[in-house]
């Protein structure tokens, strides 16, 4: 997170982090909002991609998306509270596929699902 700066703009709370897997949460602000006065669809799905990137590095290896789908199920509106939960759903060598869902915790509606799939590097992080 400390070198994620798209994160860090998205205002993301890093709940929990555990091998394959991942929580995140965040609140939709004013500038988030489109024109008709919801949160712009690139936001949920960047959540989405913050929670993938999360999730697919946890086992230390670089993990990089290479297919990324969402359906948006629920709009969303200023000082909205979300949370990202991510599950690896198969984890290989070299590919991983996880699913995202993004749930508004006030109403515990689904507002959108994410599916990812990663490709996984052989290079390790350095953790320092």
């Not at 400390?2 to 500038?31: H, P």
């Not at 993990?63 to 991510?86: G, K, M, P, R």
């Not at 990663?118 to 320092?128: A, D, E, G, H, P």
């Amino acid at each position: 997170m400390a070198k994620d700066y798209f994160s860090q703009w998205l205002g993301i709370e890093v709940l929990e982090i555990r091998e394959g897997a991942c929580k995140l949460k965040m609140t939709v602000r004013a500038e988030m909002l489109n024109g008709f006065g919801i949160a712009h669809g690139g936001i949920t799905y960047s959540f989405a991609d913050s929670a993938l990137a999360f999730a697919s590095n946890s086992h230390g290896r670089k993990a990089v998306s290479i297919e990324t789908s969402i359906s948006h199920t629920e709009s969303l509106h200023e000082n909205d509270v979300i949370i990202a939960e991510a599950i690896e759903e198969k984890c290989s060598n070299k590919i991983s596929i996880y699913t995202i869902k993004i749930t508004r915790p006030a109403d515990k509606s689904v507002v959108a699902l994410f599916k990812g799939t990663v490709y996984r590097t052989s290079q390790n992080w350095l953790i320092s």
